[in-house]
């Protein structure tokens, strides 16, 4: 099946530096992926929906100016935590549907960031 | 999107056959029905979809009521790596358009050896 990779697998960083996540699809062009997060014992939840060519768009009460996202090409987005703070740590994940298929996305293995 | 409910958790012994249910009671005629799974500390994955008759992958079957308002994913034989938590999702697809998936609590399965 097709194949999203994240990098890094997991990043530890100090309040106030900034974090930048990659996510890419491998085998397939995707126009769209969305990034998601995850607290421990919770469920995912979308962020943001990543636009190739354009803007990115946010859920409500998700900050545009502390989490940019940039859809470089149609096989990159990269998530981008700005002044990052320890409430931001929790597991980031992105997936993508190939252009042109809707039924199925396929997720990245994720992205665990801790702020200390 | 259309609601689904789903057990917090369930358990099975190694090698028998699972039924995770789902009610979806407020389901459209256009929603899909999607089930990923998430292992322990990685990303979800795509497990099975269908629209109205039951459906047969590799990793499962779909089974589908006939008014639509539930469905149950069937494991044949759990093996402890299908220890992960299941999530139904339904998905219109009526604006033709990839769209996010928005995830509910899950069920929580539990392999016992």
């Known amino acids: 099946g097709a194949v999203v990779s994240q990098h890094p697998s997991w990043v530890i960083c100090k309040s106030g530096t900034s974090v930048k996540i990659e996510c890419r699809s491998l085998?397939?062009?995707?126009?769209?992926m969305f990034w998601y997060r995850q607290f421990p014992k919770q469920s995912l939840m979308l962020m943001a929906t990543?636009?190739?060519?354009?803007?990115?768009?946010?859920e409500q009460g998700v900050e545009k100016d502390k989490f940019l996202i940039n859809h470089a090409s149609l096989t990159l987005s990269t998530l981008t935590v700005t002044s990052a703070h320890p409430e931001d740590s929790s597991f980031y994940i992105c997936?993508?549907?190939?252009?042109?298929?809707?039924?199925?996305?396929?997720f990245g293995p994720g992205t665990r960031l801790l702020v200390l | 999107d259309a609601k689904t409910t789903q057990p917090n958790s369930m358990e099975s012994n190694e090698e028998e056959p699972v039924h995770l249910p789902c009610n979806h009671s407020?389901?459209?005629?256009?929603?899909?029905i999607h089930w990923y799974r998430q292992l322990p500390s990685q990303g979800p994955e795509y497990v099975i979809h269908g629209l109205t008759s039951n459906v047969n992958n590799r990793m499962a079957s779909l089974a589908i009521a006939e008014d639509r308002k539930s469905s149950t994913l069937i494991l044949h034989r759990a093996t402890l790596r299908d220890a992960a938590v299941y999530y139904c999702?339904?998905?219109?697809?009526?604006?033709?358009?990839?769209?996010?998936?928005?995830f509910g609590s899950g069920t929580q399965l539990t392999v016992l050896p």
């Open positions: 999702i339904l998905r219109s697809l009526s604006s033709g358009s990839a769209r996010q998936l928005t």
């Open positions: 990543s636009n190739e060519g354009s803007k990115a768009t946010y």
């Open positions: 085998d397939f062009q995707a126009t769209t």
């Open positions: 407020t389901i459209s005629g256009t929603d899909y």
């Open positions: 997936s993508a549907p190939p252009s042109g298929k809707t039924e199925t996305q396929y």
